[in-house]
């Protein structure tokens, strides 16, 4: 049984810690364009508030007007259940006028009794604040291009981290807490979580972080509380901490930047390469995530992107920036992904086509191709590169592999689809190796290309190869 008093007297302790003496939190200066109002004296009455009401309230000093957003799972809803649950246009006016918990299901509870306990009035979920069921879906086109703001100016997230559905709830915990008592160097008393880190178990592979629409949502957050089915844990820009007060130093590299309440400001203080490498395993954790929707795959990460555009002052088109082009460019799609999932939307050389890559790692020595031969075009789904050939080799067509050979197998290859004899190859040089002394023994990080019977250019692969086997000369083109 869970100690509720003591409980959220612990998750407020860590919120007032963390206002105090860290600067994760800054006050916002946004609001979202509608929040529920959980404050009122009757607990039972919920209201849908307006952003207009909201700013008026604020102008005539109606005392603190923090908000808590909800990261949660949709689950799977029935028509009939998102109609009950969801605000559309049917029941928004309503809403505004008053709505009750019971209308709400056992994970909303859960939120808004969160909300109360750490004692804020205001809560933002996707599904009551964003109009659902509605033609045309207009207000969510809108309101998806605000996820960035709505998630960085909250007061803290809410990860409803085990609750696999709206119905579940997270406040309930089946298991028990597995902890031991140990005595302090005062010869006090104090618990300590006896299977310690689990943060990876609970939080990186929890259920949650499996939906799309969660990476961003953590990235973006500056404070957040995963309430997982074991332990609570508490995640701010100075580490993460367990209910049962183990505290996990911030760990190095991938943590440190995912836990960065001004992301990505750590990110950018740390160089190229451990940027390309960050991007590289962000992109790789998305990518896998659970978007059947074609549309939502760019939606979904789009208020991290342009977060990310705007800090690295750099352009982007299908999850790629063109300052980090050459890194961003040399994926494979993996063994797991090649009976499916392929996103005939997205353009041959974005990692956003497959549901499952890896990238590859790119040397510290390698020098990336220049803007002249390789750059983002004006045309959405192009790139503008320059197609060179095979030279000095053959292509040999295998079974759904390519040989080249000078009677041996030259360079490391990875296809993500057959290659067609008919087709020409065509090699587009991202990155050069720059220790080798003679040119032509450098090694080339390379796309290859295939002219389609649509006389268009589409990567069909990477690779691996020594200069000597890419001719000097090429043409400029596009590649989509
Ligand atoms: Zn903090």
Redesign the pocket.
């Known amino acids: 049984m869970t100690d509720w008093p003591l409980y959220f007297e612990l998750l407020s302790q860590w919120l007032v810690e ?1 206002d105090q003496d ?1 600067e ?2 800054q006050k916002a200066e946004f609001y979202p364009t509608r929040l529920i109002f959980v404050g009122d004296s009757d607990p039972n009455k919920l209201r849908l508030v307006e952003q207009a009401s909201l700013l008026l309230a604020l102008v005539k000093g109606a005392g603190q007007m923090d908000y808590l957003a909800l990261s949660h799972c949709w689950g799977r809803p029935t028509t009939d259940e998102k109609k009950r649950y969801c605000t559309t246009p049917e029941n928004i006016r309503k809403r505004r006028k008053g709505f009750t918990f019971e209308d709400l299901p056992k994970t909303f509870q859960d939120a808004v009794q969160v909300t109360r306990k750490l004692g804020k009035r205001f809560l933002w979920i996707d599904s009551l604040c964003i109009i659902q069921e509605e033609e045309g879906k207009s207000d969510w086109k809108r309101e998806s291009k605000l996820m960035e703001q709505v998630f960085s100016s909250a007061y803290c997230t809410i990860a409803a981290t085990s609750a696999v559905s709206w119905k579940e709830g997270f406040l309930e915990r089946k298991s028990t807490i597995q902890s031991v008592q140990v005595q302090d160097v005062s010869g006090n008393r104090i618990h300590v979580c006896n299977n310690v880190d689990n943060f990876n178990d609970d939080v990186e592979d929890g259920n949650l972080n499996k939906r799309g629409w969660v990476l961003q949502e953590r990235v973006l957050s500056r ?1 957040i509380i995963h309430f997982t089915k074991r332990h609570t844990y508490w995640e ?3 580490g993460v901490r367990c209910e049962n007060f183990t505290r996990m130093a911030t760990p190095p590299g991938k943590q440190y930047f995912l836990l960065d ?1 001004k992301f990505p400001d750590r990110l950018t203080r740390s160089g190229y390469y451990r940027t390309v490498q960050f991007l590289q395993y962000l992109f790789q954790q998305y990518a896998r995530c659970g978007l059947s929707l074609s549309l939502d795959r760019e939606i979904a990460i789009s208020g991290l992107m342009e977060r990310m555009k705007r800090v690295f002052q750099t352009e982007q088109k299908h999850g790629v920036f063109a300052r980090y082009l050459a890194g961003l460019l040399l994926w494979r799609r993996s063994e797991e992904s090649t009976t499916g999932g392929v996103f005939e939307d997205q353009p041959s050389w974005s990692w956003m086509r497959y549901t499952a890559i890896e990238f590859e790692r790119v040397p510290h020595d390698i020098l990336v191709a220049d803007d002249a031969t390789l750059r983002f075009s004006a045309e959405e789904k192009a790139l503008v590169v320059k197609f060179r050939s095979f030279q000095n080799c053959t292509v040999e067509h295998g079974t759904g592999a390519v040989l080249i050979a000078e009677s041996r197998i030259m360079g490391t290859w990875w296809f993500e689809t057959t290659l067609d004899p008919k087709l020409k190859q065509n090699v587009v040089v991202v990155g050069v190796e720059v220790q080798k002394r003679r040119d032509l023994d450098k090694t080339c990080w390379v796309l290859v290309t295939q002219k389609s019977s649509e006389d268009q250019y589409r990567r069909v692969g990477i690779g691996k190869i020594e200069a000597r086997y890419i001719s000097e000369e090429g043409h400029e083109g596009r590649l989509l």
Request: aromatic residues 0%; proline residues 11%.
């Open positions: 963390c860290h994760c939190h404070r701010c820009g100075e309440p």
